[in-house]
C-alpha cells in the first residue's frame, strides 16, 4: 500500500499534494507550524484514525480526501468527521461512521485482523491498526498503547499475534480447561462409586447435597460462569441492534430513492421554494451532499446504500448465530444436576448397586481414555500456539535491539519487550529511537505493506549520526516510508540531494497558514471526481 495524494479544503481554502514516491520520503520545513502534522494526521485520519490535529486547527471544518495504491489500483477515501466516501475503479460507497468505513475494508479492500474483545471476535479498529505502523507528534509513550481506553495493551499484542498469522491463545487454553474439568468430573464420580462409603469426605455434586459449604462454593462458580456468559450475550445483542437499527435506516433510504420518479406523463418534482428542479441526496450529519437529479447519479447512490445494507445483513446474520450458541451454553450452565437418592444412600445400597456401579465405571474409564487422547491433542495445540506467540514477540525484540545497536552503536542497554515499564518511561533521543526501533521490527517481522509514518522523526535531538544510521536502516525495507522533521538553520536543504530520499520542502508555506486560494482548483477537482458538493 502507498500513499499517492492527500487534498485538505472547504469552500474558501484548501491544500494539495500529489508527489509522494515509492520508497523513502522526507517533509522538511526551516520551522515548525508549516503544515507537516496536518498533513500527516489527515492521512491517518482518512484512515479511519482518531484524529490529533493541532489545536489551531479546525479540521472537521474540511473536506480530507486521500489517495492510495493498493494492488495496482487507487483507491480514493474522503473523510469530514464521522462520514467516509470510498471510490474504488468506478464504484462508490458512502459511510456514516468507522465502523461501517473499516467492514466495507475489510470485505472490498484488504481483509483486516481478527481480535478476541469482551469474549467476542471483533474486527479490528483502525485507531489500533495504525499503531502498527504509524507514530505521531504527541500523545506517544513508550510504556503503553496510544489512545488507551476501551483497547489495552494486550489488545495490540492480541493484534500483532492476529497480524503474524497465529490462532487465539487463550481460546486454545480454555480448549485444554474445557477437557480438564471433565476428566476432573468423571474422576470423581468413578471415586464416588468405588468408596461410596466415604461419599461424605469427596468434592463432587452428590456432596453439594449433603454440604452446605460445599453447596455455597457451588452455587458461586455457577453465578461466576453464568455472569460472565451473561455479559457476552448482552454484548452481541446490543451490537446486533446496532446493526439492524443501522440497515433499517439504510432501507429506508433505498425505498425513498427507488420511489423517486422525476419523470412523470403529468409533469416533474419542483421544489415549492425555489422552483429547482434539482434534487439532493445529504449523508449522515450532512457531510456529504449529491446532486441525484440524473438517473446514473441516482443509480450509484442506490448502489452504495444497497452495498451497506448487505454488509449489515451478513453481520446481522453472523451476530444471531453467536447469540443462539451463547443462549445454549448459558441453558447448559444453569443446568440442575440429578443426583439419584442411591447417591445419598451409599452405605444402604451397595451391594445391591454393585452390578450397576461396575457397569458405570467400565464407561467411566473409556469416557476418560477418550478425553486423554482430547487432552494430549489440546495440549500440544495450545503449547504451539503460545510457543508462536513467543517466537513472534522475541522475533520482534531481536529486530527492535538489531536497529537499536546500530544506530545507537555507544549504547549498552537492550529493550526486553515492545512496551517499556511504567517506571522505565524512554523520554528524549531515546524514545525517539525506541519508537522507530519498534515501526522498524514491526515492519520485519510483521511484512506487512502499509506505509511507514513517523511524524517528527528526529524529535528530541536525535544527533546526525544516529538520523543517518536509522535512515540507512530504513532504506532496507520495501515499503514506502513518510517522516518528518524540523531543519536547523545550518541544515539548509539538508535532503534535497541526498540518493535515495525524495525530500519534501514545507519551507516556502505560510507559517501556521498552509491551506490558501492557489491549492483551490486542484481540490475542487478531487472533490468532484469523488461527487461531492463543496459547500
Same mark, same amino acid.
Given at each position: 500500500?502507498?500513499?499517492?495524494?492527500?487534498?485538505?479544503?472547504?469552500?474558501?481554502?484548501?491544500?494539495?499534494?500529489?508527489?509522494?514516491?515509492?520508497?523513502?520520503?522526507?517533509?522538511?520545513?526551516?520551522?515548525?507550524?508549516?503544515?507537516?502534522?496536518?498533513?500527516?494526521?489527515?492521512?491517518?485520519?482518512?484512515?479511519?484514525?482518531?484524529?490529533?490535529?493541532?489545536?489551531?486547527?479546525?479540521?472537521?471544518?474540511?473536506?480530507?480526501?486521500?489517495?492510495?495504491?493498493?494492488?495496482?489500483?487507487?483507491?480514493?477515501?474522503?473523510?469530514?468527521?464521522?462520514?467516509?466516501?470510498?471510490?474504488?475503479?468506478?464504484?462508490?460507497?458512502?459511510?456514516?461512521?468507522?465502523?461501517?468505513?473499516?467492514?466495507?475494508?475489510?470485505?472490498?479492500?484488504?481483509?483486516?485482523?481478527?481480535?478476541?474483545?469482551?469474549?467476542?471476535?471483533?474486527?479490528?479498529?483502525?485507531?489500533?491498526?495504525?499503531?502498527?505502523?504509524?507514530?505521531?507528534?504527541?500523545?506517544?509513550?513508550?510504556?503503553?498503547?496510544?489512545?488507551?481506553?476501551?483497547?489495552?495493551?494486550?489488545?495490540?499484542?492480541?493484534?500483532?499475534?492476529?497480524?503474524?498469522?497465529?490462532?487465539?491463545?487463550?481460546?486454545?487454553?480454555?480448549?485444554?480447561?474445557?477437557?480438564?474439568?471433565?476428566?476432573?468430573?468423571?474422576?470423581?464420580?468413578?471415586?464416588?462409586?468405588?468408596?461410596?462409603?466415604?461419599?461424605?469426605?469427596?468434592?463432587?455434586?452428590?456432596?453439594?447435597?449433603?454440604?452446605? $459449604?460445599?453447596? %455455597?462454593?457451588? /452455587? !458461586?462458580? +455457577?453465578?461466576?460462569?453464568?455472569?460472565?456468559?451473561? @455479559?457476552?450475550?448482552?454484548? *452481541?445483542?446490543?451490537?446486533?441492534?446496532?446493526?439492524?437499527?443501522?440497515?433499517?435506516?439504510?432501507?429506508?433510504?433505498?425505498?425513498?430513492?427507488?420511489?423517486?420518479?422525476?419523470?412523470?406523463?403529468?409533469?416533474?418534482?419542483?421544489?415549492?421554494?425555489?422552483?429547482?428542479?434539482?434534487?439532493?441526496?445529504?449523508?449522515?450529519?450532512?457531510?456529504?451532499?449529491?446532486?441525484?437529479?440524473?438517473? $446514473?447519479?441516482? %443509480?450509484?447512490? /442506490? !448502489?452504495? +446504500?444497497?452495498?451497506?445494507?448487505?454488509?449489515?445483513? @451478513?453481520?446481522?446474520?453472523? *451476530?444471531?448465530?453467536?447469540?443462539?450458541?451463547?443462549?445454549?451454553?448459558?441453558?447448559?450452565?444453569?443446568?440442575?444436576?440429578?443426583?439419584?437418592?442411591?447417591?445419598?444412600?451409599?452405605?444402604?445400597?451397595?451391594?445391591?448397586?454393585?452390578?450397576?456401579?461396575?457397569?458405570?465405571?467400565?464407561?467411566?474409564?473409556?469416557?476418560?481414555?477418550?478425553?486423554?487422547?482430547?487432552?494430549?491433542?489440546?495440549?500440544?495445540?495450545?503449547?504451539?500456539?503460545?510457543?508462536?506467540?513467543?517466537?513472534?514477540?522475541?522475533?520482534?525484540?531481536?529486530?527492535?535491539?538489531?536497529?537499536?545497536?546500530?544506530?545507537?552503536?555507544?549504547?549498552?542497554?537492550?529493550?526486553?519487550?515492545?512496551?517499556?515499564?511504567?517506571?522505565?518511561?524512554?523520554?528524549?533521543?531515546?524514545?525517539?529511537?525506541?519508537?522507530?526501533?519498534?515501526?522498524?521490527?514491526?515492519?520485519?517481522?510483521?511484512?506487512?505493506?502499509?506505509?511507514?509514518?513517523?511524524?517528527?522523526?528526529?524529535?528530541?535531538?536525535?544527533?546526525?549520526?544516529?538520523?543517518?544510521?536509522?535512515?540507512?536502516?530504513?532504506?532496507?525495507?520495501?515499503?514506502?516510508?513518510?517522516?518528518?522533521?524540523?531543519?536547523?538553520?545550518?541544515?539548509?536543504?539538508?535532503?534535497?540531494?541526498?540518493?535515495?530520499?525524495?525530500?519534501?520542502?514545507?519551507?516556502?508555506?505560510?507559517?501556521?497558514?498552509?491551506?490558501?486560494?492557489?491549492?483551490?482548483?486542484?481540490?475542487?477537482?478531487?472533490?468532484?471526481?469523488?461527487?461531492?458538493?463543496?459547500?
Amino acid at each position: 500500500m502507498k500513499i499517492k495524494a492527500i487534498y485538505i479544503g472547504n469552500s474558501e481554502e484548501a491544500f494539495a499534494f500529489e508527489n509522494f514516491q515509492t520508497g523513502l520520503n522526507i517533509i522538511s520545513s526551516d520551522d515548525n507550524n508549516k503544515g507537516k502534522t496536518i498533513v500527516i494526521q489527515s492521512i491517518v485520519y482518512c484512515l479511519g484514525n482518531i484524529p490529533v490535529f493541532p489545536t489551531a486547527f479546525d479540521y472537521e471544518n474540511y473536506f480530507h480526501i486521500l489517495y492510495i495504491e493498493h494492488n495496482n489500483e487507487i483507491i480514493k477515501i474522503c473523510r469530514k468527521s464521522k462520514n467516509f466516501i470510498v471510490k474504488k475503479g468506478k464504484e462508490y460507497a458512502v459511510f456514516d461512521n468507522t465502523a461501517e468505513f473499516k467492514r466495507y475494508w475489510n470485505k472490498n479492500i484488504q481483509t483486516l485482523p481478527l481480535i478476541k474483545k469482551d469474549n467476542v471476535w471483533r474486527i479490528v479498529d483502525p485507531e489500533l491498526l495504525v499503531q502498527v505502523f504509524f507514530v505521531g507528534q504527541d500523545k506517544k509513550t513508550t510504556s503503553n498503547i496510544v489512545n488507551r481506553g476501551w483497547y489495552k495493551k494486550e489488545d495490540f499484542y492480541a493484534l500483532l499475534y492476529a497480524l503474524g498469522g497465529i490462532g487465539d491463545s487463550n481460546a486454545a487454553i480454555n480448549d485444554v480447561e474445557t477437557v480438564k474439568k471433565k476428566i476432573r468430573e468423571l474422576k470423581t464420580e468413578k471415586g464416588t462409586l468405588l468408596k461410596e462409603n466415604k461419599i461424605l469426605y469427596k468434592h463432587n455434586a452428590a456432596f453439594e447435597y449433603l454440604s452446605a $459449604t460445599n453447596d %455455597k462454593i457451588a /452455587l !458461586e462458580n +455457577i453465578l461466576k460462569e453464568a455472569e460472565h456468559i451473561k @455479559e457476552k450475550l448482552l454484548s *452481541l445483542k446490543k451490537e446486533r441492534a446496532n446493526a439492524v437499527s443501522r440497515r433499517a435506516k439504510n432501507e429506508m433510504a433505498l425505498k425513498e430513492l427507488r420511489s423517486l420518479n422525476r419523470t412523470m406523463k403529468t409533469g416533474q418534482i419542483t421544489c415549492l421554494d425555489c422552483g429547482s428542479n434539482h434534487i439532493a441526496y445529504e449523508s449522515a450529519d450532512s457531510e456529504f451532499s449529491f446532486d441525484i437529479s440524473t438517473t $446514473t447519479m441516482r %443509480k450509484q447512490i /442506490l !448502489e452504495s +446504500i444497497q452495498e451497506k445494507v448487505d454488509i449489515y445483513n @451478513e453481520e446481522i446474520v453472523r *451476530l444471531t448465530s453467536e447469540i443462539n450458541s451463547c443462549q445454549k451454553e448459558f441453558d447448559s450452565c444453569l443446568n440442575t444436576k440429578d443426583i439419584p437418592l442411591e447417591a445419598l444412600l451409599v452405605v444402604r445400597q451397595e451391594m445391591e448397586d454393585a452390578r450397576d456401579a461396575d457397569q458405570r465405571i467400565s464407561e467411566i474409564d473409556a469416557e476418560l481414555q477418550e478425553l486423554s487422547e482430547q487432552l494430549e491433542m489440546k495440549e500440544a495445540i495450545s503449547e504451539d500456539v503460545s510457543k508462536k506467540c513467543e517466537d513472534l514477540l522475541a522475533g520482534i525484540i531481536k529486530e527492535m535491539n538489531e536497529f537499536y545497536k546500530f544506530v545507537d552503536m555507544a549504547s549498552v542497554a537492550e529493550y526486553d519487550d515492545i512496551f517499556t515499564p511504567k517506571d522505565k518511561i524512554y523520554s528524549g533521543s531515546e524514545a525517539t529511537e525506541f519508537h522507530l526501533a519498534r515501526m522498524y521490527a514491526f515492519v520485519k517481522i510483521l511484512r506487512h505493506d502499509y506505509p511507514i509514518i513517523v511524524d517528527s522523526f528526529r524529535a528530541e535531538d536525535l544527533s546526525s549520526a544516529r538520523e543517518k544510521r536509522a535512515l540507512q536502516m530504513f532504506e532496507k525495507i520495501s515499503n514506502q516510508i513518510i517522516f518528518t522533521t524540523t531543519l536547523k538553520n545550518e541544515e539548509n536543504n539538508k535532503y534535497a540531494n541526498c540518493e535515495g530520499i525524495h525530500n519534501i520542502d514545507f519551507s516556502q508555506h505560510v507559517t501556521n497558514k498552509m491551506l490558501s486560494t492557489e491549492y483551490m482548483s486542484r481540490f475542487l477537482e478531487a472533490a468532484t471526481d469523488m461527487l461531492i458538493t463543496v459547500k
